[in-house]
């Protein structure tokens, strides 16, 4: 367990080592339900290292062991892990069947996290009604925020509703606690009402969480979120903003290389 708890601490770096000698120790002893699930959990933590294929491997080697240890609710988290893999390689279609098999399985009751995966891949595919009508049909006041659910303001705000961006707003943003849920719903009001000075501060704000919570995929659809923005309001006489512009997409054009 202390592996995967560094796997979301990008500051110890520890992950790796902390779950490499749990699969060294699960192989020594025969334990192949801690083998299986540290496989899984390397390749989880393969997904934010940008090592795709690398984590796809460990993904589905994990679920072998699985079925081979009848770790059967294990199965469902390596193939929703798998389907966060084609997603990360464009490779929307397939991720797609994947979840819909999974959805229709007489072994598992609806799932939030495939909820989640399908929201993610509306939002990749510019499918933002979609989005929006997924994370609508799908939240409860208790979930208003867990996982894609808090992106709706930026769909509604991508949908040019701006309106109900701000209502959402309203209701989202007293639940937000922590400062990378204040500063994505933060980006939101900040571009409905067009205050350029607080994009930049907040996205600063962003990138920093982004780093610690290792989110670097959400920080990264949010400042294309701003770039599109910009692009499509920019005043080719501006020229502050068409430097800014030019500096954001060289940041997402480092953030996609992994640089």
Avoid at 129 to 151: M, Q, S, Y
Wanted: glycine share 4%; with cysteine.
């Amino acid at each position: 367990m202390a592996g995967y708890d560094q796997i979301w601490n990008l500051k110890g770096k520890e992950a790796q080592v902390l779950l490499g000698e749990a699969l060294r120790y699960a192989r020594l002893s025969d334990s192949l339900k801690v083998e299986a699930l540290s496989l899984l959990w390397l390749g989880q933590f393969a997904i934010d290292e940008k090592n795709l294929f690398e984590g796809l491997r460990l993904t589905r080697k994990a679920k072998d062991l699985f079925f081979e240890s009848h770790q059967f609710n294990r199965i469902i988290d390596a193939e929703i892990q798998t389907a966060c893999f084609l997603e990360k390689m464009n490779q929307y279609a397939e991720a797609l069947s994947l979840l819909d098999r999974l959805e229709n399985s007489a072994k598992i009751k609806p799932n939030q996290e495939i909820v989640n995966q399908r929201i993610w891949i509306a939002f990749q595919q510019r499918e933002y009604e979609k989005a929006c009508r997924l994370i609508e049909e799908n939240r409860t006041p208790d979930t208003i925020l867990d996982g894609n659910f808090g992106l709706l303001p930026m769909g509604y705000f991508l949908l040019r509703k701006k309106e109900k961006a701000m209502e959402q707003l309203i209701v989202m943003l007293p639940y937000a606690k922590d400062p990378w849920t204040k500063a994505g719903l933060n980006l939101v009001v900040d571009l409905v009402r067009d205050r350029r000075k607080n994009i930049h501060r907040t996205l600063k704000t962003l990138k920093h969480q982004s780093e610690l919570r290792r989110k670097q995929d959400i920080y990264q659809f949010l400042l294309g979120c701003v770039i599109r923005s910009r692009q499509e309001s920019i005043q080719k006489a501006d020229l502050n903003a068409l430097r800014e512009l030019v500096e954001w997409q060289k940041e997402w054009i480092e953030i996609e290389s992994g640089h």
